[in-house]
């Protein structure tokens, strides 16, 4: 029989062990928060810095050459209302319109929660949501979108994205996704790729990035 000495040894060890591995995870993902943090910030200054008129070439250039999968009728396409210096969708989101594409946009709920998409033509008004950003009516019939166009602070070319850190693009993925597949394609200016992504497990990679020089396509195989 092993003495109770020795066991209360083991127990010991094995309780160190599991403290310090806890300690290295919290360590790990603060130092990648850290790096998401920083990287964030060079990349929206790099967006800040384009000219209104590179801005408007580049949001007309996503139009013109139009989504990477094909648009079906009544297809749903959910964008989003430009914010700070988010590329604009709404160039593309017209063009998809007219192919018959049906739009929606996100209203915002609470941190930790996946979006709610709302139906939305260009001749509703918006209104102002809890963060400010401008939302369809809530008595706008809710959907799932088929394709998601997000916006990014910057991407990587793993198809890896940094929002804004409240993490609800990845909560909608992860929700949505039960219900039925979707599209995600990020929209970005060229300048806000960076090298690499620091993702962590929670993360959802996009299937597709389009800047105003390139389709980006995430899928493999």
Do not use: C
């Not at 130092?31 to 990287?39: D, G, I, T, V």
């Not at 964008?79 to 998809?96: F, H, V």
């Amino acid at each position: 029989m092993v003495p109770t000495y020795f066991r209360r040894e083991l127990r010991d060890r094995v309780l160190q062990r599991r403290s310090r591995l806890r300690t290295f995870i919290v360590l790990f993902n603060m130092a990648a928060y850290r790096s998401k943090a920083e990287l964030r910030a060079a990349a929206l200054a790099a967006r800040d810095a384009l000219s209104g008129k590179a801005r408007t070439a580049a949001a007309k250039a996503l139009a013109r050459r139009g989504l990477p999968v094909d648009v079906t009728a009544n297809m749903v396409v959910s964008g989003y209302a430009p914010i700070r210096s988010e590329i604009d969708p709404t160039p593309l989101m017209l063009a998809l319109a007219a192919q018959g594409a049906r739009l929606a946009l996100p209203m915002v709920n609470a941190r930790g929660q996946s979006l709610t998409f709302r139906l939305w033509s260009p001749n509703d008004r918006l209104m102002l949501g809890p963060l400010g950003i401008p939302e369809p009516s809530p008595a706008a019939a809710e959907v799932v979108p088929d394709v998601m166009l997000v916006p990014l602070a910057a991407f990587d070319r793993a198809g890896h994205r940094i929002g804004y850190g409240a993490g609800h693009y990845d909560y909608s993925f992860a929700h949505l996704r039960k219900v039925k597949a979707i599209t995600g394609i990020g929209l970005a200016f060229a300048a806000q790729e960076i090298e690499t992504v620091p993702a962590l497990a929670h993360d959802v990679a996009l299937d597709f990035v389009l800047t105003e020089k390139h389709v980006f396509d995430f899928r493999g195989g």
